[in-house]
């Protein structure tokens, strides 16, 4: 018996020390941000209909929402446990459940945590035609979502579109701001960014709003949009889209400042635009795939070449990681990737 137990001991403690190697090869594979292990990929990492991407991280998982314009259901719904490899899990809202104040152009979804549920900021025009910025509530990234029941905020003047949140840190106190930009490009105008407060709710205005950027450069053309903000290094990102969607000069800009509502610096051109595969790259989320915030991918969607706006043609979904420049974000030869890539491993 005692040889017996000498034995089982020996045993035991060898197959304990092949658990903890195995446990530590796991953990050393496992990223600490969920992000599982370095992984290849070739753009674009989801053929189908991705129009401007919007992703939100959570528990292991990236959810993104999409643009799905005038299509019976609203805002495709999206997941992948490491930005590469996608499951469908169709939409937010089914033609019948649209909201009762919309009416047509479904645009541009984003899903923030907000609190303890999550907030889906959209664009929709309302029975007068106006676009303005909804919001809908589910208790997951996945939904079920119950919509305001009106918008969220609407201009009166003019269109309102490409809402999304910022949580900032001020003093040791989050603050929620939306983010949006104002459709003037539709009546010939400028196309302010603004900055716009919002209470604990995350639905309600506090005081005014404030203009972080306009279109003033010549490769923007008529329009900048699509804004969305990263905080690093001491300063606010603010990433955004120029020119107009449906052609080759679509692209991605960046301006930066030391404080929240600017001024901001424009980094003066270009950070992603077209190559000779992918045409019209743009509308991004920046994600960080890690918890020190040191490793972030862009997320966007792009047309080929030869294939834009056509009945048959649609944008697809690409990502590539962000490499930092004297604290400037730059895509390796400012266009997207066309051969296979790792992302870096966030461990």
């Known amino acids: 018996l005692e040889s017996f137990g000498a034995s089982e001991l020996k045993r035991g403690v060898k197959m304990s020390f092949r658990c903890c190697v195995a446990l530590f090869l796991v953990a050393m594979c496992m990223g600490v941000h969920g992000y599982d292990r370095e992984v290849t ?21 990236y959810y993104v929402a999409g643009t799905t314009n005038n299509e019976p259901n609203a805002f495709s719904l999206r997941s992948s446990s490491n930005l590469v490899n996608y499951t469908m899990h169709g ?29 889906m900021y959209y664009v929709a025009r309302d029975t007068t035609g106006m676009l303005c910025i909804g919001v809908a509530i589910g208790a997951t990234p996945l939904g079920p979502w119950v919509d305001l029941g009106k918008p969220m905020f609407r201009d009166p003047n003019v269109g309102s579109i490409d809402p ?24 010939q105008q400028p196309t302010p960014i603004w900055a716009q407060q919002l209470a604990a709710d995350g639905i309600s205005l506090v005081g005014n709003r404030t203009q972080l950027l306009v ?23 603010l990433f955004y889209s120029a020119n107009m969607f449906n052609t080759d000069r679509y692209c991605v800009g960046v301006a930066r400042s030391k404080h929240f ?12 635009m077209s190559n000779e595969v992918f045409a019209g790259p743009g509308h991004c989320s920046v994600v960080s795939i890690d918890d020190k915030e040191e490793t972030y991918i ?3 969607h792009s047309w080929l070449v030869g294939h834009i706006d056509g009945p048959n043609d649609v944008r697809m979904l690409l990502i590539d990681p962000i490499v930092w420049e004297d604290d400037w974000p730059t895509i390796a030869t400012s266009s997207p990737s066309t051969s296979s890539k790792t992302i870096p491993n966030s461990f």
Not at 41 to 61: C, E, F, Q, R, T
């Open 215 to 237: 279109n003033d450069l010549d490769w923007e053309g008529p329009l900048v949009e699509a804004p969305w903000m990263v905080f690093r290094n001491g300063y606010f990102y």
């Open 261 to 272: 509502l600017g001024p901001y610096q424009k980094f003066g051109r270009p950070t992603l």
């Open 164 to 187: 999304t949140l910022f949580k900032r840190n001020n003093n040791g106190m989050t603050e929620l701001w939306l983010i949006y930009k104002s459709d003037g490009n539709a009546i």
């Open 298 to 300: 862009m997320v966007y």
């Open 41 to 61: 990929y070739l753009n674009a990492v989801d053929k189908g209909s991705v129009p401007d991407p919007g992703v939100i991280y959570h528990k292991g998982i």
């Open 91 to 119: 939409y937010a809202f089914s033609n019948a459940s649209k909201p009762s104040w919309t009416i047509a152009d479904y645009w541009a979804p984003e899903i923030h945590q907000v609190n303890d549920a999550f907030h």
